[in-house]
């Protein structure tokens, strides 16, 4: 599975071990996942809505208190607020380890996916389990200032609110531009736009179907390259058909995340229009990789581009977003100062972020004197 919240849970983990803590990663079963050391897979069953995310079963199991028992954490952080939060909060309490819970995503844009009561009564639900759940943890981690304020918006307190960026590492292009289209089948000599992320109804990717027509009037051989995959992939497809643009878009289909980094070597333009981001953190892989980026001003996406400078924020409609792609493709030397500033750019390191993190870990373990420490983090 390849998406912000697992990205950000591997690179916490790879970096933390770096520095050489323990991580031991709790989650649930899945029929795809190979045996890893210091991962502990719980039993789950499939959600028919979402048969890619397996659920863990309610109740903590003994497999799982008796790793407690035996290996004794420092702290414990957890990552979604549903089941295996829950689970986490309790055993918490119950062994008097510290919990420090992250706030990822706006549960509340995605309820299409919980098609069980009508939204407004699932809404309400929620933001009542999301008070409560957040009040209990010791801290709470969210990666931008939006996301705290959305917290805050909706009555969530919470003893400690830190803003921790997920880091993205800052490696020059693994290949030349020509090199990865070839790789990947593309012409060598058209302007492309790229999209990296799930294709899934809360992107708001029509956008980018409806703005093309736009984009191509003035640059007509202009391409639109979609990398990722998604349940909203057949309806895209059969939108893309019916406006004629089976030739001006290409579909890739998931990428590894360890690959990607040749797919924003093929690009000239990163195009981003979800208005449901905490963070965004594609923007800040494809300004790594010297892409300047056109992006919906929404959420907390718009916080990882300065506009102007790396980028151009927009409004959610069609007719600005394409003037504002249009811009970019056609002014090779706005293009290519944004492209120097976008390499450039303040961003956070995955060690920085761990820095960051073990600081938030070391706080909530000074707030419980009674926690039984063993000087290294799980």
């Known amino acids: 599975m390849t998406n912000g919240v697992a990205v950000a849970v591997k690179t916490l983990r790879a970096e933390l071990q770096a520095q050489g803590h323990r991580v031991t990663v709790v989650t649930a079963r899945h029929p795809q996942a190979l045996p890893e050391e210091d991962v502990l897979r719980l039993p789950a069953f499939t959600w028919f809505t979402a048969p890619d995310y397996p659920l863990p079963q309610p109740r903590p199991l003994p497999q799982l208190h008796r790793f407690f028992r035996e290996n004794r954490p420092d702290v414990i952080h957890v990552q979604i607020p ?23 995503t706006l549960y509340d844009r995605y309820l299409h996916y919980v098609p069980i009561a009508p939204v407004w009564a699932l809404r309400r639900l929620l933001w009542w389990h999301l008070r409560r759940f957040y009040r209990l943890a010791d801290a709470t981690i969210v990666p931008s200032r939006f996301a705290r304020s959305y917290l805050q918006q909706h009555g969530v307190q919470s003893s400690v609110v830190e803003v921790v960026p997920t880091g993205v590492e800052f490696h020059p292009a693994p290949m030349e531009r020509g090199e990865a289209r070839v790789r990947y089948g593309l012409p060598l000599d058209c302007p492309i736009m790229l999209y990296v992320g799930r294709l899934a109804r ?31 992939e057949g309806t895209l497809r059969e939108r893309i058909r019916r406006m004629g643009l089976i030739d001006a878009v290409r579909l ?38 010297g892409l300047p980026c056109v992006v919906v001003n929404e959420g907390g996406a718009s916080e990882s581009v300065r506009d102007g400078v790396d980028g151009l924020l927009v409004p959610n409609e069609v007719q600005a977003f394409a003037q504002a792609v249009v811009r970019l493709l056609k002014d090779g030397a706005l293009h290519q100062q944004m492209s120097h500033n976008a390499l450039n750019a303040p961003r956070l390191s995955p060690s920085q972020m761990a820095q960051q993190m073990l600081e938030v870990y070391r706080r909530v373990q ?12 799980s």
């Open 82 to 104: 549903f089941l295996l939060g829950v689970i986490g909060l309790r055993m918490g309490r119950r062994y008097g380890v510290p919990v420090v819970a992250h706030y990822h």
């Open 202 to 232: 809360e992107k708001n990717l029509e956008l980018l179907v409806e703005m093309l027509p736009l984009v191509r009037r003035e640059v007509p051989d202009a391409l639109l390259w979609l990398v990722g995959s998604g349940n909203a």
């Open 252 to 289: 890739q289909g998931r990428v590894p995340h360890e690959q990607i980094g040749a797919v924003y070597s093929a690009a000239d333009l990163f195009v981003f229009p979800s208005i449901t981001e905490t963070q965004g953190l594609v923007l800040w892989e494809a300004q790594a990789h």
């Open 366 to 377: 000074e707030d419980m004197p009674l926690h039984h420490t063993t000087g290294r983090q």
